[in-house]
């Protein structure tokens, strides 16, 4: 008799997985993948602030052109022969003491001044450069501070008036980046002078004051100046430079011509205009702050502007 054994067999299930090898090459390629999407979408971030801060500069620029230009072009015509010799008579002296002198320049140094001083730049150049000014149109004034005077606080200016209702108001030079103000007598220009009368030379802030009487009784009260010039998208902008050539004028119609030219730029981001080549590089900063977000805030450009004043 044969007899016949079963033979029990162990059959168990193959387990399929991944490798350590296969698991760490899965792993590089996806912290490789993350990576790159993060490098990816910090430049698309950085190139788009960088946009937004030039644009903000470009934007008001144009509308600073515009403003400018506007201003002038619905200015008084102005007899400078006239006002020449009354700048230089008796107790109106205010600068020229020759009105051949006022005459010759069309009294430019009247309607147009600023401050400025040398400095040295990070590179151990000196050079000139501005710290505040004042421009009367004759319907509009402009006053301003640059950079240089806010970040030094030395050479700027600050503004006193009255306003409407006879109060007497003060704006700070840190207010004062740039403002305009209803000046049809040129009051702006004429306290300009007489404080750089006082203080020839000085580097103290000086204080524009408009508030004293005119000479026909009435208060010099004026709506409260416009300031908003220099912002933009959140973005605070500052003048580096704002210059006015010297002006020509016809005389027959006396139509006075007008150029000009300024410097605009962010207030973040480090800027040292005074440099060659790289102006979004601050010298007290190292060059990895430069690569950090306050790069990206750095934008400056240049305006040109050329008008005439309405004629007679």
């Known amino acids: 008799m044969r007899i016949q054994t079963k033979t029990s067999l162990n059959t168990s299930k193959t387990k399929q997985g991944f490798t350590i090898v296969e698991l760490m090459l899965a792993m590089t390629f996806v912290a490789t993948l993350l990576i790159s999407i993060a490098v990816v979408t910090i430049n698309i971030v950085t190139i788009y602030q960088r946009g937004l801060a030039l644009k903000a500069v470009n934007n008001v620029g144009r509308s600073l052109v515009e403003e400018l230009t506007t201003s002038i072009n619905s200015a008084p015509a102005v007899d400078t022969t006239s006002l020449c ?6 107790s109106d002296k205010i600068y020229y003491s020759d009105p051949k002198s006022c005459i010759a320049d069309r009294a430019y140094r009247y309607v147009y001044n600023d401050r400025f001083d040398t400095k040295t730049n990070r590179e151990g150049m000196e050079g000139v450069y501005q710290y505040s000014g ?13 950079q240089y005077g806010l ?13 409407e209702d006879g109060t007497e108001q003060n704006i700070q030079p ?26 020839p030379g000085s ?19 004026i709506a409260r100046p416009t300031d908003s010039y220099l912002n933009a998208f959140d973005l605070d902008l500052l003048l580096y430079e704002l210059t006015i050539q010297p002006i020509s004028q016809d005389s027959i119609t006396l139509r006075t011509y007008m150029t000009g030219n300024f410097i605009l730029a962010t207030a973040r981001g480090g800027i040292d205009i005074t440099a ?4 979004c590089q601050n010298s007290e900063t190292s060059s990895l702050d430069n690569l950090g977000a306050e790069f990206n805030y750095c934008a400056i450009n240049k305006f040109n502007f050329a008008a005439r004043t309405a004629g007679v």
């Open 203 to 221: 580097s103290n802030n000086w204080e524009i004051n408009i508030t004293r009487e005119a000479k026909n009784g009435t208060m010099n009260r």
């Open 134 to 146: 004042v421009f009367c149109t004759g319907n509009y004034s402009y006053l301003w501070n640059t």
């Open 174 to 199: 840190k207010d004062a980046r740039l403002i305009r103000i209803q000046d049809r007598t040129y009051r702006v220009c004429s306290a300009y002078l007489e404080k750089q009368s006082e203080e």
């Open 276 to 279: 060659s080549g790289d102006y």
């Open 151 to 163: 970040d030094e606080n030395r050479f700027t200016l600050s503004l006193r008036y009255l306003n």
């Open 85 to 90: 010799n009354h700048l230089a008579s008796g």
